[in-house]
């Protein structure tokens, strides 16, 4: 059986935006089921004051994503924007050395975790428990989460049913959206054409007579569609590399999947499972996604 945590209204500072390698603004998906994941791992080796491991079997099946607020940190000139990057200190010789650069962002998030194998009664315990981790040693998207406010009114578990999201709001979750990139492919077009002409604005002019015209500004999609970084797709096989961190674990190199997703507010969903991403493998995607398809984009 399955229950759901919320984490409700986690702050975090300074996470990674650089969701990929051409997008930037809100963290990967990838990011959160990553950090669920590491709760997991976290909570099956949990013990209480006397030595007693009470989530051995619990599993974190998935995680459901919903922005209150985010602050990019950037500086804005007009239509362009510039990151706030970091200066490292000098060397030897007095010049900076090189470095990648930081998207960062501040962001207010709350979290539902997908559960399963939790045990009857232990309801107190994994709240008490994932606020000890949360203070403890956990991050997010490489952000650091701050002190909760109160435990009772941030950790709570609820159940799957609609009137259960509105303790989401005021919150946009996020949603995916591949079936627009799908739809567009199969119409001829390319995966980068796809994306583009969905996220594009087309500028479009009445003309009023006399010399007097109507601007109107539309996109091709209703809703607040965005690029999201989802996953991976392999290129090489798995091997093992030279100075890879693990000696003993296969590794690949791979690349960022990219697709679209919707921010909608969490009251036009129907169920809390409607929302949970979920990991999904085939052959060489790994990728995070709310749907269960033969193909993945």
């Given at each position: 059986m399955k229950r759901y945590l919320l984490i409700k209204q986690l702050q975090v500072q300074n996470a990674n935006a650089l969701s990929s390698p051409f997008t930037y603004g809100f963290p990967a998906v990838t990011a959160f089921l990553g950090f669920s994941h590491a709760l997991q791992r976290h909570l099956n080796r949990y013990v209480n004051q006397d030595a007693e491991a009470y989530f051995k079997k619990l599993i974190v099946s998935g995680v459901g994503i919903a922005c209150h607020t985010l602050a990019m940190q950037d500086y804005q000139s007009q239509y362009e924007s510039t990151l706030k990057l970091t200066a490292?200190?000098?060397?030897?010789?007095?010049?900076?050395?090189?470095?990648?650069?930081?998207?960062?962002?501040?962001?207010?998030?709350?979290?539902?975790?997908?559960?399963?194998?939790?045990?009857?009664?232990?309801?107190?315990?994994?709240?008490?428990?994932?606020?000890?981790?949360?203070?403890?040693?956990?991050?997010?998207?490489?952000?650091?989460?701050?002190?909760?406010?109160?435990?009772?009114?941030?950790?709570?578990?609820?159940?799957n049913e609609k009137k259960s999201l509105r303790s989401l709001m005021p919150s946009y979750v996020l949603m995916e959206r591949r079936d627009l990139m799908v739809e567009a492919m199969?119409?001829?077009?390319?995966?980068?054409?796809?994306?583009?002409?969905?996220?594009?604005?087309?500028?479009?002019?009445?003309?009023?007579?006399?010399?007097?015209?109507?601007?109107?500004t539309s996109r091709t999609h209703k809703g607040w569609i965005v690029p999201i970084a989802t996953g991976f797709h392999a290129l090489?096989?798995?091997?093992?590399a030279e100075n890879q961190r693990d000696s003993s674990t296969p590794h690949r190199f791979a690349e960022s999947v990219v697709t679209l997703g919707e921010f909608k507010m969490p009251i036009r969903c129907e169920t809390v499972s409607e929302i949970i991403w979920r990991y999904q493998q085939d052959g060489d995607l790994y990728l995070c996604t709310q749907q269960v398809a033969e193909t993945s984009i």
């Amino acid at each position: 059986m399955k229950r759901y945590l919320l984490i409700k209204q986690l702050q975090v500072q300074n996470a990674n935006a650089l969701s990929s390698p051409f997008t930037y603004g809100f963290p990967a998906v990838t990011a959160f089921l990553g950090f669920s994941h590491a709760l997991q791992r976290h909570l099956n080796r949990y013990v209480n004051q006397d030595a007693e491991a009470y989530f051995k079997k619990l599993i974190v099946s998935g995680v459901g994503i919903a922005c209150h607020t985010l602050a990019m940190q950037d500086y804005q000139s007009q239509y362009e924007s510039t990151l706030k990057l970091t200066a490292n200190p000098l060397d030897k010789d007095g010049n900076r050395p090189s470095f990648v650069e930081e998207g960062r962002c501040h962001l207010t998030v709350s979290l539902v975790l997908e559960l399963e194998n939790l045990g009857n009664g232990l309801e107190d315990e994994l709240v008490e428990a994932v606020a000890d981790l949360l203070m403890g040693r956990m991050k997010l998207a490489g952000g650091d989460i701050l002190p909760l406010r109160g435990i009772s009114q941030q950790l709570m578990l609820i159940p799957n049913e609609k009137k259960s999201l509105r303790s989401l709001m005021p919150s946009y979750v996020l949603m995916e959206r591949r079936d627009l990139m799908v739809e567009a492919m199969q119409s001829g077009q390319d995966a980068l054409d796809a994306l583009h002409g969905a996220l594009q604005l087309n500028h479009t002019c009445t003309d009023l007579g006399e010399g007097k015209g109507q601007w109107q500004t539309s996109r091709t999609h209703k809703g607040w569609i965005v690029p999201i970084a989802t996953g991976f797709h392999a290129l090489t096989p798995a091997s093992i590399a030279e100075n890879q961190r693990d000696s003993s674990t296969p590794h690949r190199f791979a690349e960022s999947v990219v697709t679209l997703g919707e921010f909608k507010m969490p009251i036009r969903c129907e169920t809390v499972s409607e929302i949970i991403w979920r990991y999904q493998q085939d052959g060489d995607l790994y990728l995070c996604t709310q749907q269960v398809a033969e193909t993945s984009i």
